[in-house]
Structures are given as structure tokens and as C-alpha cells.
């Protein structure tokens, strides 16, 4: 659908459809599918039921408009303005015969409304009073109080029609999830090391050159969760702290960022490993806020992350080049990774067994044992070539 719009080239489309080819994902589990607290898209896959106080929604009439469908909005408005005109041209034909004006009368005859000889005349007349168009034919007169004071409720009627008519399509048509359709998000979130720390990464980006003024990120963990009184908690949402220089959550969303979270102590997937990926029903919500520039409404963006969508051992690729004195950004590679040494245990035990230190030691020596073993073959010919 976007790339029909012209939002989205057509590369990066196939880019994202060849991920689900050449991504690595887990397999056996044997897990049945858990059912998303938040889709990939960013909508909230929770279903209101049993509501009771239906009431409240007409409470907020103008909200309860925004949030319907475009079809039940048309035909919401169209009923009132067909509704209002049939109302009115029924007090202007009562109006009418209670004055005698349907009858035919002398000259000096003096009506309410002029030219209304059956309701089609005073529905048509009903019409133009409220849409102003005033064909000529019929006008009031000044012979009927009631009819004066019957033009003036029936205008102000027909302007707060039309005032929360044309309101609630500005907000239908600038609603802010319109925008946040081309904020992106990486298919897949890595675990990696990254500044000798065991990270939970994922990557966002823009497609707009309109930036997000005041953009932040926030992330949570919604799993089920046992208190120490025994009460479960089915959707248990914990945040997650992210690497930030500054100290907080803003970023400067101009090319495709990488958004680091520190697998420590204090992080609720300190002592997940990818054993326990595979088991445990993990979900990672990541939301993107901020204030649109061309239009100043603040708009949100949101995707979630399950189990079987972060890969352990996996970092994304670079995007951003330089090309004739400016930086270009390559989208094609926006989600593709990188497989990279990464520690195959829990960032608990790893801090147990010794830190990242520790691991790259190993990871060192196992690496200079292989590049000898490869190489003791090549020796042994080039020792029997010299011999000769």
C-alpha cells in the first residue's frame, strides 16, 4: 500500500520480504503461538469486552466521531443534515398551515414564508435556509415572529453541523498515525556486544525528510509474571533503560539509529539466554514519540519484538555512507545483520564467569589454535617443497 503512495521505494519492499528468506530464526521449539500485546504494525492487540457503561462514549461526541470509520462518519453526517432538513421543513409546513398560508388567498394576503404551497416547497425551503443558498422564490416575511425565531435556531443548527463536520475530517485526515506509516522499524532486534557490553539492540529510521522534532524512545518488557504474594500478572510491563549519552531518551532522528539497551543487572533480560528465548514468551515494545513539524501534532509510533524475532549473536550492518561531499542512507540494508562472537550464555552468567574480558580472551585463543590449525597443512608442504 505504501508503494503505491510513493513513501517506500519499491528496492526497499523487496528488501523487507527477502528478510523473512535469509533472516535465521529459531526452529523445533514445538512452542504454540502466543498471541501479541502489540502487532508489528503498532496496533494493541486487546479486545474490550463486557463494557457495560456504553454511555461514556456519547459523552465525548466529537472523539467517539474521530475514532470511527470513514464510511460510518459519511453516513453519520449525511443522516444529520438529511435529518435536520426534514425536521425543519416540517415546522416550516406547520408554521404554514397554522397561518393559513396553504390556502389560496386574496392579494393583500400577507404569508410567513413566501411560495409554500405543500411540504416539497417548505422541505426545499428548509434546505436553503440552512445552506444559504437563496434561489429567490421564497423568503420570510416579517408577518410571523415564530417564523423569525425558527430561521435563527435552525441557522446556528446548521453551522454547528457543519463546524463539527469539518473538524472531525481535518482530524480524520491529519490524524498522527498517518505519519508514523513511514517511521520504520528493523524486522528483527540482535544481541550483541558492543562497547565490551552484552546489548539488546534494535534499529528505527525516518523516510521523511519533515523531521520528528523532540523524538524519544521507550521500551518495555511485557511478559507473565508471578508476585511474592502469588498474584499473577498476565501482562506484566517493566521498563527497560536505554544507552543514552545525554542521560535521557531523546534522539536526532535524521538517518537510521541504532537504539542500544544494556543487558546489566538492573535489566529484566539479565538472565535470559538463547535457550531461554526459545522457551520463554519474551515481548519487547519499543515506541517512538515525538512532534511532527510540518504539522505540530505529536504522533507515535510502535512495534514489538517476540522471542523468536531477536537474534542472539547478530549485529546490523552500516547504512550510511558518504557520497560527493553529503551522507547518503542506503535503506536496502536497513535490516540486514551480520553474524558477530557473541557470548552464548545469559549476560548473568557471563558476569559470573568473568565479564567480556574473559570472553575475548578465550574467544582469542580459540581463534589463534584455529588460524594454526589451518595453517599446519600449508606449512608441512611448504617444509616438503624446501626439502626437495
Known amino acids: 500500500m505504501l508503494s503505491r503512495k510513493g513513501l517506500i521505494p519499491e ?61 460510518h462518519t459519511l453516513i453519520i453526517f449525511t443522516m444529520s443534515f438529511l435529518c435536520s432538513w426534514l425536521l425543519f421543513g416540517m415546522v416550516w409546513w406547520l408554521v404554514a398551515f397554522a397561518h393559513g398560508d396553504l390556502e389560496q388567498r386574496g392579494d393583500d394576503f400577507v404569508p410567513c414564508v413566501t411560495s409554500i404551497h405543500s411540504f416539497s416547497s417548505a422541505f426545499l425551503f428548509s434546505i436553503e435556509v440552512q445552506v444559504t443558498i437563496g434561489f429567490g422564490g421564497r423568503m420570510i416575511t416579517e408577518e410571523c415572529v415564530s417564523a423569525i425565531i425558527i430561521l435563527i435556531v435552525q441557522n446556528i443548527v446548521g453551522l454547528v453541523i457543519n463546524a463539527i463536520m469539518l473538524g472531525c475530517i481535518f482530524m480524520k485526515t491529519a490524524q498522527a498515525n498517518r505519519r508514523a ?25 525516518d523516510l521523511r525528510k519533515s523531521m520528528i522534532i523532540s523524538a524519544t ?40 539509529l541504532i537504539i542500544c539497551h544494556v543487558i546489566d543487572k538492573a535489566s529484566p533480560l539479565y538472565e535470559l539466554s538463547p535457550a531461554d528465548l526459545q522457551h520463554q514468551d519474551v515481548e519487547v515494545i519499543v515506541v ?6 510540518t504539522t505540530g501534532i505529536t504522533t507515535q509510533a510502535r512495534t514489538s519484538y517476540v522471542s523468536e524475532e531477536i537474534l542472539w549473536g547478530q549485529r546490523f550492518v552500516p547504512t550510511v555512507s558518504e557520497e560527493d561531499g553529503m551522507y547518503a542512507v542506503d535503506y536496502s540494508k536497513f535490516g540486514n545483520t551480520v553474524k558477530v562472537p557473541t557470548p552464548c550464555c545469559s549476560a548473568r552468567k557471563l558476569d559470573e564467569s568473568g565479564g567480556i574480558a574473559r570472553f575475548k580472551q578465550s574467544e582469542g585463543a580459540t ?19 624446501e626439502s626437495k
Request: net charge positive; charged share 25%.
Open 11 to 71: 528496492d526497499y519492499l523487496l528488501t523487507r520480504l527477502a528478510e523473512d528468506v535469509f533472516q535465521p530464526k529459531f526452529k523445533g521449539t514445538g512452542k504454540p503461538g502466543k498471541a501479541r500485546f502489540v502487532t508489528k504494525n503498532g496496533a494493541c492487540n486487546v479486545a474490550h469486552t463486557n463494557i457495560r457503561e456504553q454511555g461514556r462514549f456519547l459523552q465525548d461526541v466529537f472523539t467517539t466521531l474521530v475514532d470511527l470509520k470513514w464510511l
Open 367 to 385: 581463534l589463534r589454535t584455529s588460524v594454526r590449525r589451518r595453517r599446519g597443512p600449508a606449512a608441512v608442504r611448504r617444509s616438503r617443497m
Open 217 to 256: 524512545v521507550r521500551m518495555q518488557v511485557v511478559r507473565r509474571t508471578t508476585t511474592d504474594e502469588g498474584e499473577v500478572v498476565p501482562l506484566d510491563q517493566i521498563d527497560i533503560h536505554l544507552d543514552n549519552p545525554v542521560g535521557t531518551n531523546g534522539i536526532f532522528l535524521v538517518s537510521p
Open 288 to 293: 517512538l514519540e515525538g512532534v511532527v513539524e
Open 181 to 205: 506509516e513511514t517511521l520504520i522499524f528493523s524486522k528483527h532486534a540482535v544481541v550483541s556486544i558492543r562497547n565490551n557490553k552484552l546489548c539488546f539492540m534494535i534499529r528505527l529510521g
